[in-house]
């Protein structure tokens, strides 16, 4: 079945070829036939048919005897479908027909069977595979996408938006990210190791760098070029210093409260440290008996002393009741005996110094 693209322009493309023989033993080939003889009607899918508008023309009565073409035109073969010719010949000018008819079908189509590179599709490239324009193949060579596994193709990027990408750095891209959705890097596309970068990055970047004013990095730069801040070391030093001494001075006054009872002390804790402090207080009688059981030398008391002293000059019958001193060689008291008037010794005083001798 002959196919012709629907509405071809190019005429020797709409040609239909057909071979014009006697009616009577149908083998006789007619030659010398003329356009204006032949009788040609036309149907579009099965519509009413029409007279002939294009040409009828013998191709070569001596070498091709017979054979004829007709070239119908762009308007009879612009309808998709079936355009069915009838071809008739009267070479006296009325009937019966000089040739036997005949009933050609033709195919039109929208695909060009005569253009070997995409065969009339315009969804695809006007060139061949491979060329400037056409399709890429699998393989090594030019126009060719190599496939060095299943799933996977080698990329050799050499424009990126229309500019040549900067050189690989340890193997990767580097790329500058002008914007970037909501959310796109979070703690799953995050590694820890990206995140341990970024704050490094951060904190061992050069306060020189930081000079966009009102962020943090600018203050921070701002205040460690500040002059009135150069001795800063110095003052931290000091303040060490003053704290070592301040925890010395605590420690001192704590170990010298901590003998002190609870804040606030407590009424009888008062109480009774007085008490204690009178109970060791020694009464009359022992300062007294103290003093008079006194050892002066050895064997030598205060109290028998004064008893020989008192018998040697008999105060024990001739002072009762009377004050005996004794005087030292300045004048100054020394002794001071007093005694009632039994003669029994009510009290003895004594002076500063021990009298020699004695």
């Known amino acids: 079945m002959r196919r012709i693209r629907q509405s071809e322009s190019t005429a020797a493309e709409r040609r239909v070829y057909f071979t014009a023989v006697s009616p009577t033993n149908l083998q006789t080939r007619i030659t010398g036939a003329t356009n204006s003889q032949f009788f040609v009607r036309t149907s ?4 009413a048919t029409a007279a002939k508008l294009g040409t009828v023309v013998q191709v070569d009565a001596t070498n091709m005897p017979g054979v004829y073409y007709y070239e119908p035109t762009a308007g009879e073969v612009d309808t998709l479908g079936k355009l069915v010719l009838v071809i008739t010949l009267d070479l006296s000018g009325v009937p019966p027909y000089s040739m036997e008819p005949r009933e050609i079908e ?7 069977q005569y253009d070997t590179v995409r065969f009339g599709l315009t969804a695809l490239p006007n060139a061949a595979a491979e060329a400037a324009g056409g399709l890429y193949t699998r393989g090594a060579g030019a126009g060719q996408i190599n496939q060095p596994a299943n799933g996977m193709i080698d990329g050799n990027t050499v424009r990126w938006l229309n500019s040549v990408p900067a050189a690989l750095s ?12 909501t959310d796109v890097v979070n703690s799953n596309a995050l590694a820890t190791t990206a995140a341990q970068e970024i704050r490094d990055a951060i904190w061992n970047a050069t306060l020189a760098s930081y000079v966009t004013a009102g962020t943090t990095g600018k203050k921070l730069a701002d205040i460690a070029g500040d002059a009135t801040l150069a001795n800063q070391t110095t003052i931290l030093t000091n303040l060490a210093t ?9 420690a001192a006054i704590k170990a010298k409260t901590d003998n002190l009872p609870p804040d606030p002390a407590d009424a ?12 060791a207080i020694p009464t009359a009688t022992a300062v007294r008996d103290a003093i ?10 205060v109290k028998g002393g004064l008893r020989r002293l008192f ?6 019958t001739t002072l009762k009741g009377a004050t005996v001193t004794f005087y030292k060689p300045d004048g100054s008291p020394e002794w001071t005996v007093d005694q009632d008037g039994a003669g029994n010794r009510t009290a003895v005083g004594l002076g500063t110094t021990e009298s020699d001798g004695v």
């Open 44 to 47: 579009k899918n099965g519509a």
């Open 106 to 112: 033709i195919e039109i189509v929208a695909v060009d």
């Open 170 to 181: 340890s193997s990767y891209v580097q790329v500058s990210v002008a914007a970037m959705q």
């Open 242 to 250: 003053l704290a070592g001494y301040v925890d010395t001075e605590v």
């Open 268 to 279: 009888s804790d008062i109480a009774a440290s007085f008490a204690a402090v009178i109970a």
């Open 292 to 301: 008079l059981n006194w050892a002066y030398r050895p064997g030598r008391t």
């Open 311 to 316: 018998s040697s000059f008999g105060l024990a």
